[in-house]
């Protein structure tokens, strides 16, 4: 299994990312894949996830970005999303996406996550 993220940069704030994650070797669909992020000095952050298009392919968000970020799946080019809209300073992270590569299954907590993309650096400054 093997995720990779790309689509970060530097932005101003209240500028739009756009972050892709792609897979090699399976189809996202059927996963449930979240995104993460870690600031420097701070813990990994647990962002947004999509359940698997077989559960309700229900999204979640943090709190802290909630109404700013969204989480979506791209089944043709078996993609996932993360677009972020209206960026600010705080974003500022190596972003991550990640499954915990069991079939079927709803976003699952954390520690459950054991596949990994690369990291890819959001920067949000004026």
């Known amino acids: 299994v093997q995720l990779q993220a790309s689509g970060g940069g530097l932005v101003q704030p209240g500028g739009s990312l756009r972050f892709s994650c792609a897979a090699s070797g399976f189809t996202l669909d059927y996963y449930a894949i979240g995104w993460f992020r870690q600031a420097p000095g701070k813990e990994r952050e647990g962002v947004s996830c999509i359940s698997s298009s077989s559960t309700d392919g229900s999204t979640y968000v943090v709190d802290s970005v909630k109404g700013r970020f969204s989480v979506s799946r791209d089944n043709a080019n078996n993609m996932v999303y993360l677009q972020m809209n209206s960026l600010k300073p705080e974003d500022t992270a190596v972003y991550y996406c990640?499954?915990?590569?069991?079939?079927?299954?709803?976003?699952?907590?954390?520690?459950?996550?054991?596949?990994w993309g690369q990291g890819t650096q959001v920067t949000v400054s004026s």
């Open positions: 990640a499954t915990d590569g069991h079939v079927g299954t709803s976003c699952p907590p954390q520690y459950d996550y054991v596949y």
